[in-house]
């Protein structure tokens, strides 16, 4: 069983930065791939990034490349996106999601066993 509780949401105006933390805990949580994803009002869940248990390997959503990084710190047991030159329609609820590892990272919502309670952000224009 692995829990996942999100922070750092909040308020931006479009063009700022914040950063998403992910605490994860729980036996053997060092053998996910982690992702972030979000769901806008009205919208489906939408994948944003992924990394795999290693660090190596990270994917991104095409319209966050270069905008958004994802990391992760193995010590403190937290998972990181961080969020620059921010756009209104990155307004979402945004949660962490973790799967068991693979060979590929996936996009798939559907292939991460566990998620967070999600966190807002809201960009103004």
């Known amino acids: 069983q692995v829990h996942l509780a999100e922070s750092g949401g909040g308020l931006v105006q479009a063009g700022g930065s914040l950063r998403l933390s992910c605490a994860v805990s729980?036996?053997?949580?060092?053998?996910?791939?982690m992702g972030w994803f979000r769901q806008a009002p009205g919208k489906e869940r939408q994948f944003v990034a992924a990394?795999?248990?290693?660090?190596?390997?990270?994917f991104y959503l095409e319209s966050v490349k270069g905008r958004f990084t994802i990391s992760g710190d193995n010590a403190k047991n937290t998972l990181y996106l961080q969020m620059d030159s921010l756009k209104p329609e990155d307004t979402a609820v945004y949660y962490c999601a973790a799967k068991l590892r693979a060979i590929r990272l996936s996009a798939r919502g559907d292939e991460y066993s566990y998620w967070g309670q999600g966190t807002q952000v809201t960009v103004s224009s």
């Open positions: 729980g036996r053997g949580s060092n053998n996910y791939d």
């Open positions: 990394i795999s248990w290693s660090g190596v390997s990270t």
